[in-house]
């Protein structure tokens, strides 16, 4: 009988705990403001190949974004990185051109559908346009290079809305060491041995010109140094974490506590291979579709033409019959994992789409309540998914751009 009694209790005590979270994951998601930072943009954006005032085939289109109630989000002037041992004015001039196009393409939707997104500069601005019912655009730099062998540009770049830089890309740059050294121009791990004299002075630069450091992609040591330097709390725009994945863009603890001491904020990012680490078959796999069409290097594959990246693409994506994608719940135990070692203040959200990003269940824009969804399953609160969602961000953004000039 006593024994039936607590066999009952510790019944009734798993049902209350099953629904601890009462709450509706549809309205959280309608109550808090949902950022992603990470949004890449393709160098044919707002062209009428890839319009996204329209339905479009990209993860992120303002349709997506409505129905998927994503309402802000930072879109990227990403930059290849060229081989920063041979450069030149050219490379550079290069450089500028595409971030150039990237930032007009962003604008240019900005001016093209100013009812339904508008560009914003402050925190403050992202919540007054959410509060009049319009997506807000924020843009981000990924990949200082073109800036230059200078920081002069930097307050050009803040003027026009940059509110992060990703100090590096794949491949060092002139102004730190990269989480991942080009291999193909023979790099190692250290060329500067963290920021070079010219990473220092962009560090200051940019928290001189109020914009965000972002240590994504950056080697631990690059990350270390900006930290220490910088006046105001960095960034982790969009990377994921050792612990649950180990992988070279991902953090170790060490730099999560060091990001959360820093007052800073970790955006996790939803990249397959950085959420769920690739079985050694499918990396063996990968490889051999890299030998078998030439593309070995980094260049070559970002060299391809549409027709080879097709095949490349439908080849690659066999990847999948040998073990799954990962899945929103990959992605959040990520998530949990940062909140647990960095503080319920110091973690976001990043999609990546666009540029490589989205997990099963979170393929695009218009999926982003199932994030809300897995959140709220876990037991996160309201407060807290807000913070997740956005909260976060905004708190950093504001604290950097107090600490301007
Ligand atoms: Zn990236």
Same mark, same amino acid.
């Given at each position: 009988?006593?024994?039936?009694?607590?066999?009952?209790?510790?019944?009734?005590?798993?049902?209350?705990?099953?629904?601890?979270?009462?709450?509706?994951?549809?309205?959280?998601?309608?109550?808090?403001?949902?950022?992603?930072?990470?949004?890449?943009?393709?160098?044919?954006?707002?062209?009428?190949?890839?319009?996204?005032?329209?339905?479009?085939?990209?993860?992120?289109?303002?349709?997506?974004?409505?129905?998927?109630?994503?309402?802000?989000?930072?879109?990227?002037?990403?930059?290849?990185?060229?081989?920063?041992?041979?450069?030149?004015?050219?490379?550079?001039?290069?450089?500028?051109?595409?971030?150039?196009?990237?930032?007009?393409?962003?604008?240019?939707?900005?001016?093209?559908?100013?009812?339904?997104?508008?560009?914003?500069?402050?925190?403050?601005?992202? /919540?007054?346009?959410?509060?009049?019912?319009?997506?807000?655009?924020?843009?981000?730099?990924?990949?200082?290079?073109?800036?230059?062998?200078?920081?002069?540009?930097?307050?050009?770049?803040?003027?026009?809305?940059? /509110?992060?830089?990703?100090?590096?890309?794949?491949?060092?740059?002139?102004?730190?060491?990269?989480?991942?050294?080009?291999?193909?121009?023979?790099?190692?791990?250290?060329?500067?041995?963290?920021?070079?004299?010219?990473?220092?002075?962009?560090?200051?630069?940019?928290?001189?010109?109020?914009?965000?450091?972002?240590?994504?992609?950056?080697?631990?040591?690059?990350?270390?140094?900006?930290?220490?330097?910088?006046?105001?709390?960095?960034? %982790?725009?969009?990377? =994921?974490?050792?612990?649950?994945?180990?992988?070279?863009?991902?953090?170790?603890?060490?730099?999560?506590?060091?990001?959360?001491?820093?007052? =800073?904020?970790?955006?996790?990012?939803?990249?397959?291979?950085?959420?769920?680490?690739?079985?050694?078959?499918?990396?063996?796999?990968?490889?051999?579709?890299?030998?078998?069409?030439?593309?070995?290097?980094?260049?070559?594959?970002?060299?391809?033409?549409?027709?080879?990246?097709?095949?490349?693409?439908? /080849?690659?994506?066999?990847?999948?019959?040998?073990?799954?994608?990962?899945?929103? %719940?990959?992605?959040?135990?990520?998530?949990?994992?940062?909140?647990?070692?960095?503080?319920?203040?110091?973690?976001?959200?990043?999609?990546?789409?666009?540029?490589?990003? =989205?997990?099963?269940?979170?393929?695009?824009?218009?999926?982003?309540?199932?994030?809300?969804?897995?959140?709220?399953?876990?037991?996160?609160?309201? %407060?807290?998914?807000?913070?997740?969602?956005?909260?976060?961000?905004?708190?950093?953004?504001?604290?950097?751009?107090?600490?301007?000039?």
């Amino acid at each position: 009988m006593k024994k039936i009694t607590a066999i009952t209790i510790s019944v009734s005590l798993l049902a209350l705990g099953a629904c601890t979270s009462e709450l509706d994951p549809k309205t959280v998601h309608a109550n808090v403001i949902t950022l992603d930072t990470h949004v890449d943009v393709p160098l044919n954006y707002m062209t009428p190949e890839m319009d996204p005032g329209t339905d479009t085939v990209a993860q992120v289109d303002l349709n997506k974004m409505v129905a998927g109630g994503l309402d802000a989000a930072f879109f990227i002037v990403y930059i290849p990185q060229t081989d920063i041992a041979k450069i030149d004015e050219a490379k550079y001039a290069e450089a500028r051109k595409i971030a150039e196009t990237r930032y007009a393409a962003i604008k240019k939707m900005t001016e093209t559908y100013p009812e339904r997104i508008e560009l914003a500069f402050t925190a403050a601005d992202v /919540r007054r346009i959410h509060k009049s019912g319009k997506r807000a655009a924020l843009i981000g730099m990924e990949n200082a290079f073109p800036l230059g062998p200078s920081v002069d540009d930097v307050p050009m770049w803040a003027k026009r809305g940059v /509110r992060y830089v990703g100090l590096t890309h794949f491949g060092h740059n002139q102004f730190g060491d990269s989480s991942n050294p080009n291999k193909d121009d023979g790099q190692t791990t250290d060329m500067h041995g963290g920021l070079s004299p010219l990473g220092k002075d962009l560090v200051v630069a940019l928290n001189k010109a109020g914009i965000m450091v972002d240590v994504s992609h950056t080697g631990k040591k690059t990350m270390m140094q900006a930290i220490n330097l910088s006046t105001v709390p960095v960034i %982790a725009s969009h990377s =994921g974490v050792k612990a649950v994945a180990d992988n070279a863009r991902n953090l170790d603890d060490e730099q999560l506590r060091a990001l959360a001491d820093n007052g =800073g904020v970790v955006q996790i990012v939803a990249f397959d291979s950085y959420v769920k680490v690739r079985t050694a078959e499918q990396v063996a796999y990968i490889a051999q579709v890299q030998a078998d069409m030439g593309l070995e290097t980094r260049a070559a594959r970002s060299a391809m033409s549409k027709d080879v990246r097709a095949e490349y693409t439908k /080849r690659t994506k066999q990847v999948y019959d040998i073990a799954p994608r990962a899945s929103v %719940a990959n992605f959040a135990d990520h998530i949990d994992h940062a909140v647990k070692i960095a503080g319920i203040a110091h973690v976001g959200i990043s999609s990546d789409f666009d540029g490589g990003g =989205g997990v099963v269940g979170w393929e695009n824009a218009a999926e982003t309540e199932s994030v809300t969804a897995e959140l709220v399953k876990r037991g996160y609160s309201e %407060a807290d998914i807000e913070k997740i969602w956005g909260g976060n961000l905004l708190r950093v953004l504001q604290a950097v751009q107090d600490g301007a000039g």
